[in-house]
């Protein structure tokens, strides 16, 4: 009984944590544009928390290079099973603009499996919110699969 | 006494951007902070190379997202001396209009993430939802929120009808009657004063010793601010910098928030002087051989540009000095001696950009 | 290029720095550009009033350059993003990162100096 309530109430309500990987700003303002007044994805039970052990999905924008993959990582191994991740903007998805500079590795699914792409250049709130919903019916499912 | 040793981010929950400083601390003092950075550090100066002197304009938009504009601004003047484009009146002032949104909808989202790092969300939520309607401005006469890309080489590409101009016009006003509502709070409000003042001073020796730039410097009381300098459509607009002496996180973002109020009276006065005309003339050819040095104001300071052309149409070399990267030994200076409470204020007080500092 | 230039040379760099600085003036930043196969330029800019002065230096990258970050603290994060980025020695740095300002180890080519890679770090 307990755990479907804990299954129940993790689909209801996750938990985001947001890194920022070497992005260019757009993307990281349009993030944090959604949890203000005008957009308030709270209103889905979505909390902004700054741990990544309390969080259940990641927000990443930006491009991968050679010094944050390290922290990319480690941040996702920290996160507790399971857990989803989305990627915002063209350089979360492929590396964008910066693809060809010396120091860029490419997109987020370089380190980490990645669930959601977003697109855009930046993402737009509307779209951000829109991966994440879409991201949450993974995220519910995989809570599903797991015992 | 023993010296702890405590790692500040890369991943903080004040920070939206990833910086690592190492604090050294005795009980609750730092002696000292050493930064790490690099997290960010794309390379993009040497994009120049492989992408044209047109198609660079997108790159450097993405210097950084929030003064994109600007940035833009300062790249197209700089090839435009070198290639002697005297471009038209109608687009000058349009790019102080845009420029100024820009630095309305930076500070705007600075002070709302100032107020979150002394833990007074529901000022944060007040500033955002403000901002919101400057960034409702950006979309509607651009098509972009953040990201605006109206500059051109020679001119802009997008331009205002008599329609969005009253628009704007009365949007402004809203803006000006939303953010005075809260000057009150941000200034004068006891714990915000209890978490601000007195903090991090800077001295005015100090800062223009160490190179600081924008309203860090202007809130040590030096008045030097690149829009005196009359670039682009800011020759016809009067202007006077916004300085405050007191040196420390309060006056810093007392500086921000009067400008804010300044940006509004500058959109007011570049929409009345605006001139019927072109937006764009044609460029052809390529940058000659020759190199030029170009400064703007950003929200964060001044910002430099080195563009060396080789005749051809790619640079030999473009470089950004971007006022985070003048304000960081500052912030460094100021560390040692305060609380490890402290910290972040002083960190956010700088209006921290470090996409734009490591490029 | 807007302001006066002053060609210097490696020996007298660190004397004309100092008379800026006593001169009131701020140090704005460095620019960086490539002269000929194994040169490198670099341009001091300062500033007093708004008015710019720039300082040139042209010297051999394999060479050490004194470094102005004991006049000017400032100037040490321009020094080490240099060493970085053209893998040139200052002497007397305060704060060396040795390279590792922006780059990690694993980067091994010289970025804004076409083909050359260094050594790997151990
Ligand atoms: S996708 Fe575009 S806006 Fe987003 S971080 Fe990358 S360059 Fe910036």
Known sequence: MFGSFIKKSRAKSPWIIHFDCGSCNGCDIEVLACLTPLYDIERFGIINVGNPKHADVLLVTGTVNHRNKKVLKNIYDQMSEPKAVIAIGACGNTGGVFRECYNVVGGIDKVIPVDVYVPGCPAKPEAIIDGVVVGLGKFAQKVEEAK | ?359 | MKGKVIDVTLDTLVGEVTNMKNDGQRLVTFSTYQEGENKIGILYHFDKDLEPTHLRLVADMDKPIPSVSGVFFSAMLVENEIRDQWDVKFDGLVLDFNRSLFLDPEVIQVPLVSNVKIDPKK
């Open chain 2, 1 to 359: 006494m023993a010296t702890t040793i405590i790692p500040f981010g890369p991943q903080h929950p004040v920070l939206p951007e990833p910086i690592h400083l190492t604090l050294k601390l005795e009980d609750e003092i730092v002696i000292e902070a050493i930064p790490a950075l690099g997290y960010v550090h794309r390379g993009l100066e040497k994009l120049a190379d492989i992408r044209d002197y047109h198609q660079m304009i997108y790159v450097v938009e993405r210097v950084c997202g929030i003064c994109s504009m600007i940035h833009a601004v300062c790249y197209s003047q700089g090839i435009e001396e070198l290639m002697e484009i005297e471009i038209p009146k109608r687009a000058e002032m349009l790019r102080v209009i845009w420029s100024e949104l820009h630095r309305m909808h930076s500070h705007l989202l600075w002070l709302g993430l100032f107020a979150d790092a002394f833990g007074f969300e529901a000022l944060f939520m007040q500033f955002w939802k403000i901002r919101e309607r400057i960034m409702d401005i950006n979309e509607a006469t651009t098509g972009s929120r953040v990201i605006v890309s109206v500059n051109v080489i020679g001119g802009v590409r997008a331009d205002l009808s008599p329609d969005q101009i009253r628009w704007i016009l009365s949007e402004i006003d809203g803006v000006e009657k939303d953010v005075s509502a809260l000057q009150d709070t941000i200034m004068n409000d006891y714990s915000v004063k209890h978490r601000t003042v007195g903090i991090g001073v800077l001295t005015k020796e100090q800062a223009y010793e160490l190179g600081a730039a924008g309203p860090m410097l202007r809130g040590s009381g030096v008045a030097q601010d690149m829009r005196m300098l009359g670039y682009g459509g800011y020759s016809e607009i009067d202007f006077e910098p916004i300085v405050e002496t007191a040196g420390d996180c309060w006056a810093r973002s007392t500086v921000r928030f009067r400008e804010v109020l300044q940006s509004i009276d500058l959109v007011r006065q570049a929409i009345s002087k605006l001139p019927e005309g072109d937006l764009a003339v044609k460029v052809k050819g390529n940058p000659p051989e020759g190199e030029i040095y170009t400064r703007v104001e950003q929200p964060r300071g001044e910002c430099v540009y080195y563009i060396r052309a080789n005749g051809t149409k790619h640079l030999d070399r473009l470089r950004i000095r971007t006022p985070t990267f003048a304000n960081i030994p500052p912030m460094l200076t100021v560390l040692p001696g305060c609380e490890l409470a402290d910290v972040p204020v002083i960190v956010l007080s700088i209006d921290p950009c470090i996409s734009c500092t490591e490029r």
